[in-house]
């Protein structure tokens, strides 16, 4: 019973931090744009960087980055993560942090972000090396399309199976794949301007 409850508190707490949308706090600290209503009109360190200029745009990727991380890092050290069922705990908290980068509270769940600096802090500390190599795909795919909503969605298809060689977990591999496919589904509209050979370059 209290482990339940433990669990049910630290997954409050990775939802209650992955909500906090950095690339408004950070906006609105330093300029007068409102970023949901400029360029892509995404909370993301991507469109802070190209309104709002690269300082702004990578303390975004900073915090995002570090509100998956803190959470998961919090509950693998209070709850461990040994066998399956402390996996799936810490896979649980991950998944509210991330879903609460895209759904954020503090946004009354709407204009959250495409999730996948948050996702890559929550695995960064499960699996630095699972994600370094997701990091890997990322530049080779930004090298080769100059488009970072293509490198992202290539290196998030490739963390489920970073996660897997890294960890050998199941729960783990599994909550990668749900992120994956929730970023997949955020971008539907960037991979709907790729198809049509318009999405813009970096």
Request: include cysteine; charge should be positive.
């Amino acid at each position: 019973m209290m482990r339940i409850i433990i669990v049910g508190t630290l997954s409050i707490l990775g939802y209650l931090l992955g909500s906090i949308p950095w690339g408004i706090v950070w906006t609105r600290l330093f300029t007068s744009v409102d970023i949901r209503r400029e360029g892509s009109r995404n909370i993301g360190a991507t469109n802070v960087r190209r309104v709002a200029g690269s300082p702004l745009g990578a303390l975004t990727l900073a915090g995002d980055v570090l509100k998956g991380t803190v959470p998961v890092l919090l509950t693998v050290r209070i709850i461990g993560m040994d066998d399956p069922s402390e996996q799936w705990a810490v896979g649980l908290v991950a998944l509210c942090a991330f879903l609460g980068h895209l759904f954020p509270l503090y946004l009354k769940g709407r204009e959250g972000g495409k999730g996948v600096a948050t996702a890559a802090g929550c695995f960064l500390a499960l699996s630095p090396a699972a994600v370094f190599a997701a990091l890997l795909i990322f530049i080779l795919f930004a090298c080769m399309t100059s488009r970072v909503s293509a490198a992202s969605l290539a290196a998030s298809a490739f963390l489920p199976l970073a996660i897997w060689e890294a960890l050998g977990s199941v729960p783990l591999t599994i909550c990668a794949g749900m992120a994956a496919v929730l970023i997949f589904v955020r971008h539907k509209d960037n991979i709907q301007r790729m198809m049509a050979g318009t999405e813009p370059k970096f």
